[in-house]
RNA sequence: GUGCCUGUAGCUCAAUGGCAGAGUCCCUGACUGUGGAUCAGGUUGUUGUGGGUUCGACCCCCAUCAGGCACCCCA
């Protein structure tokens, strides 16, 4: 065992079980993403490091991502997000995309990150956009999707919520408040960081990166204001348009949430498990009508979000939300009794496979107890016996694990007799 | 990059500085043509690694590696 070379930090082996899970999880994305009528895409995994050095944010690009120079010379980094690709495959087709696109996708990311819970180096992230449209409704729209997966998962609003907020507006509240321009970055990440410090240290912070005793009240006040949102025409539309969604008990208003990718330029959201094991956000996203133009395109606006596989994996084990997946594939064992029997028990399974059934057969003609064992332990529902007793009469023993009950039946009934059992479920 | 915690059987974990153990899993049998239950028996270790202290170290000390948690950032 000492001789096995590990897997890369941060990534993780999926054995069968584990991708049960993940294809669960895709499956359950695209049911979501398609009821709005979201179109499946994917973008390389490979990317010049120049398409994210404009936009994504100093961090992500310097510190947090997979770069090394190929063959040929260039600077290539494994993609740790999918939103610049986006961009540049909308730019690159502006002319004969039927817009507005809705357009989804479900793939691996990597950033070179320190290990911690809910956090890996190599993730599935969903990623879902709508392009085209800059409007509350469609923001809306958006978060009504996030909505509808957490209640696909089983996350109710008692469990899951999604906050949001608006940088337009936060910059509106800003100027009222005399912070300059220049300053609103800074400000924000003030207020990112807010929940993170202790009161005392985050209010010297705030003293420190330039804001009068005056301008710290006044914020204070506004990020104690759940009902602020009203002083904004677009947050009250939003919120307007997602009770028409029926999305409207998931989601709250919150000033505290701005978010730190550059790009966003208007609503942003996250959501969060209520109770709260991970304190990370389930997914984050919002508006960015900037991008497009960035990388190269005809200014075109935008809004999205994204989802990681590890938080939503965690709260969802936690809360026991994760289905019991089958294990194989397979519900029908054919077991094979001895050598001579062999052929007989291929040709069964072969027969029942070309009626549409799953089948496996065992592949050597070990004990019986091993091949009741190794059904039982695959989690299949169906074990059929072609023994010298079957043989000699045309019959095949047919039993079924769930009541562990049997019957001796004529091979040419065979067939049914499965089909019945399997459709008890 | 900073701080704290943890490394013992495949897995989950015990063991006042004094013979390294239990549960689970696996294997065998009770049941030679029947799994999941029960019972009996059996296998499983360089105690992360390297030094040191000691008559004696899983235990104490130092170093190192790995993992976890928090900070930073973020899905």
Redesign the pocket.
């Known amino acids: 065992?000492?001789n096995i070379i590990?897997p890369v930090?941060?990534t993780r082996d999926f054995y069968p079980e584990q991708m049960a899970v993940r294809t669960w999880l895709y499956a359950t994305v695209r049911r979501v993403s398609e009821s709005f009528g979201y179109q499946e895409y994917e973008a390389p995994i490979l990317e010049a490091l120049a398409l994210y050095a404009a936009k994504s944010?100093e961090?992500?690009v310097k510190?947090?991502s997979y770069v090394f120079t190929d063959r040929g010379g260039e600077e290539i980094t494994l993609r740790p997000?999918l939103t610049p690709s986006l961009a540049r495959m909308i730019a690159q087709k502006q002319g004969e995309l039927a817009l507005p696109a809705r357009w989804w996708s479900f793939g691996p990311?990597w950033?070179y990150?320190?290990?911690?819970?809910?956090?890996?180096?190599e993730?599935f992230?969903w990623n879902i956009d709508l392009l085209g449209v800059n409007s509350a409704e469609a923001d809306a729209e958006m978060v009504a999707v996030a909505a509808s997966f957490l209640k696909a998962v089983g996350l109710t609003p008692e469990k899951a919520c999604i906050l949001v907020n608006d940088r337009r507006f936060m910059e509106a509240e800003f100027e009222a408040l005399n912070i300059t321009p220049a300053m609103k970055t800074e400000v924000s990440?003030l207020v990112?960081?807010r929940e993170?410090?202790e009161p005392a240290a985050w209010e010297a912070y705030a003293l420190e990166v330039g804001l009068s005793p005056a301008q710290l009240e006044g914020l204070k006040n506004l990020l104690a204001d759940k009902e602020a949102w009203r002083r904004s025409a677009d947050l009250v539309r939003l919120f307007a348009a997602l009770k028409a969604l029926g999305a409207d008990e998931y989601v709250r208003f919150d000033p505290n949430i701005v978010?730190?990718?550059?790009y966003y330029t208007g609503t942003v959201f996250?959501a969060f498990d209520v109770s709260g094991s991970?304190?990370?956000?389930?997914?984050?996203?919002g508006r960015y009508d900037n991008l497009l133009k960035d990388v190269g395109g005809e200014p075109l606006p935008a809004v999205g979000?994204?989802?990681?596989?590890?938080?939503?994996g965690i709260i969802l084990q936690e809360l026991g939300l994760i289905p019991t997946l089958a294990t194989s594939p397979a519900s029908v064992l054919v077991t094979v009794?001895s050598a001579e029997l062999q052929p007989g028990s291929l040709a069964l399974a072969a027969e029942l496979r070309r009626a549409g059934l799953n089948v496996n057969c065992y592949p050597e003609p070990v004990?019986?107890?091993?091949?009741?064992?190794f059904?039982?332990?695959m989690g299949m529902r169906v074990?059929l016996?072609?023994?010298?007793?079957?043989?000699a009469n045309g019959n095949i023993?047919v039993?079924?694990?769930?009541?562990?009950?049997?019957e001796?039946l004529k091979r040419t009934a065979v067939l049914e007799a499965v089909k019945r059992i399997l459709e008890k479920s």
């Open positions: 065992m000492k590990p930090k941060g944010g961090e992500l510190k947090q997000e990311f950033r990150e320190k290990m911690q819970k809910g956090r890996s180096r993730f992230q990440g990112d960081r993170k410090m978010r730190g990718l550059l996250e991970v304190r990370r956000a389930i997914l984050g996203g979000f994204a989802m990681g596989d590890v938080v939503i009794f004990k019986l107890p091993r091949q009741f064992k059904a039982d332990r074990v016996v072609l023994g010298p007793d079957e043989a023993t039993k079924n694990l769930s009541s562990g009950t049997q001796v």
